[in-house]
């Protein structure tokens, strides 16, 4: 089965300070991960995916199939990254999330 | 382009109402999906369609129905709401299985 598990409900950093938001996941084929935001009053959209190995927004993620985790950073956290993080994984048919994380950049 | 529309945005139901709640995307995506967001759950995978005419159920399926007889358009259906169905619901589609998913503003649904 796969399942995709995200440890921190809620993250609070200072503005400027790095941010590391934990996705671990289990799935017996080759993963397809993602990591979705969503802003305050915005809809849910897709701010990276591993696949594609590039940086937004100044987030990234590796993939660490040996620890099975994606975690997501960036360097320097700005007030404007607040907002709810999802990872997902792609498997046998569909999308799976993990619970979310809250992420809260203090000023 | 709309994108992901939902309807309605909002919708309160007593005990054992039905009611569809509609989804529509202008994008000519093969792929649409419903999902529901709970406190604590993320979002968990209610049914899905792969083109016209087909659907498959998800994660959690038991209590919902769905039809997709036009390409554009991917409809829920809620028979005899029970309060445990009270969250908020997202429709989403995609080009293709793996490609980027669109998401729909959401419809918050209290059932009483």
């Known amino acids: 089965a796969q399942r995709v598990t995200q440890p921190e409900k809620l993250l609070s950093v200072f503005k400027g300070a790095p941010v590391e938001l934990k996705c671990n996941y289990s799935?017996?084929?080759?993963?397809?991960l993602f990591w979705y935001v969503q802003y305050s009053r915005q809809r849910l959209q897709l701010l990276l995916r591993?696949?594609s190995r590039e940086s937004i927004k100044g987030f990234t993620a590796d993939l660490n199939k040996g620890e099975t985790s994606f975690h997501l950073k960036k360097p320097f956290a700005q007030e404007e990254d607040s907002a709810m993080y999802y990872c997902a994984l792609w498997g046998a048919q569909k999308l799976v999330f993990g619970q979310g994380t809250r992420l809260t950049i203090n000023p | 382009n709309a994108g992901v529309t939902q309807t309605p945005k909002f919708r309160v139901l007593k005990t054992g109402q039905s009611m569809t709640l509609l989804c529509a995307q202008d994008?000519?995506?093969?792929?649409m999906y419903w999902y529901r967001q709970d406190p604590g759950m993320g979002l968990r995978l209610i049914h899905y369609s792969v083109g016209e005419g087909t659907t498959a159920k998800g994660e959690v399926p038991d209590g919902y129905n769905v039809s997709r007889l036009k390409k554009q358009n991917f409809l829920l259906g809620l028979e005899s709401a029970a309060p445990s169905q009270t969250s908020v619901y997202f429709c989403?589609?995609?080009?293709?299985?793996?490609?980027?998913?669109?998401f729909g503003p959401g419809t918050r649904l209290t059932v009483l």
């Open positions: 994008m000519n995506h093969e792929y």
């Open positions: 591993h696949i």
């Open positions: 799935y017996s084929g080759s993963p397809e």
């Open positions: 989403a589609s995609s080009f293709e299985r793996y490609n980027e998913q669109f």
